[in-house]
Antibody, heavy 124, light 108 residues
Framework: QVQLVESGGGVVQPGRSTRLSCVAS????????MHWVRQSPGTGLEWVAV????????HYADSVKGRFTISRDNSKNTLYLQMNSLRVEDTAVYYC?????????????????WGQGTTVTVSS | DIQMTQSPSSLSASIGDRVTITCRAS??????LNWYQQRPGKAPKLLIQ???SLQSGVPSRFSGSGSGTDFTLTISSLQPEDFAIYYC??????????FGQGTKVEIK
């Protein structure tokens, strides 16, 4: 069964750090480009970060650049999002998601497998 | 960044109705346009890729069309399970993907 399971959410004070994890199963994780997408309460979807299958390429939304770091451990089938210098506006449900194809053109494809989401609340 | 604008923001429809949602890009994105469905409390689900390619397992009452800047998602006969929020997403400016603001489909 193809599945992504996030963890690591919770309540964090502004300025502090936390790390999200996303464990993949049921597919060759090391072959796929992976994304983080977030959704603030009552609002739409915001793309956060992307990482290539071999971790050689990473890219971030302007809103998180310099504060968040995406990484992966293909030996553990796990995707990470290190979140530093957290702000109240980072409060959201964070989803990890898989691109629906493999290869260099896969960046143009949609996200066909999503985790259930993990909630990060930044509050004092 | 490329801006994606959906219309309407919400709509009310009855079971069996034909529903059309529009997504407009701030510049041409060729056919790099995807559609997602999100039910309350759930993760988004990919419905259509590349403007018109239906994902495996998605009912054929869903269809997508368009290219350039204007795109459409159509539900030919609305079913109870279709009441949800629908988002478009451009991947032309990859990796700087952007989503539309969403269209909420409610029961009339």
């Amino acid at each position: 069964q193809v599945q992504l399971v996030e963890s690591g959410g919770g309540v964090v004070q502004p300025g502090r750090s936390t790390r999200l994890s996303c464990v993949a199963s049921g597919f060759p994780f090391s072959s796929y480009i992976m994304h983080w997408v977030r959704q603030s309460p009552g609002t739409g979807l915001e793309w956060v970060a992307v990482i290539s299958s071999d971790e050689s390429y990473k890219h971030y939304a302007d809103s998180v650049k310099g504060r968040f770091t995406i990484s992966r451990d293909n030996s553990k089938n796990t995707l990470y999002l290190q979140m530093n210098s957290l702000r109240v506006e980072d409060t959201a449900v964070y989803y990890c998601a898989r691109v629906s194809s493999i290869g260099t053109m896969a960046y143009y494809y949609g996200m066909d497998v999503w985790g259930q989401g993990t909630t990060v609340t930044v509050s004092s | 960044d490329i801006q994606m604008t959906q219309s309407p923001s919400s709509l009310s429809a009855s079971i069996g109705d034909r529903v059309t949602i529009t997504c407009r890009a701030s510049q041409s994105i060729n056919s790099y346009l995807n559609w997602y469905q999100q039910r309350p409390g759930k993760a988004p689900k990919l419905l259509i890729q590349a403007a018109s390619s239906l994902q495996s397992g998605v009912p054929s009452r869903f269809s997508g069309s368009g290219s350039g800047t204007d795109f459409t998602l159509t539900i030919s006969s609305l079913q109870p399970e279709d009441f949800a929020i629908y988002y478009c997403q451009q991947t032309y400016n990859t990796p700087r993907s952007t989503f539309g603001q969403g269209t909420k489909v409610e029961i009339k």
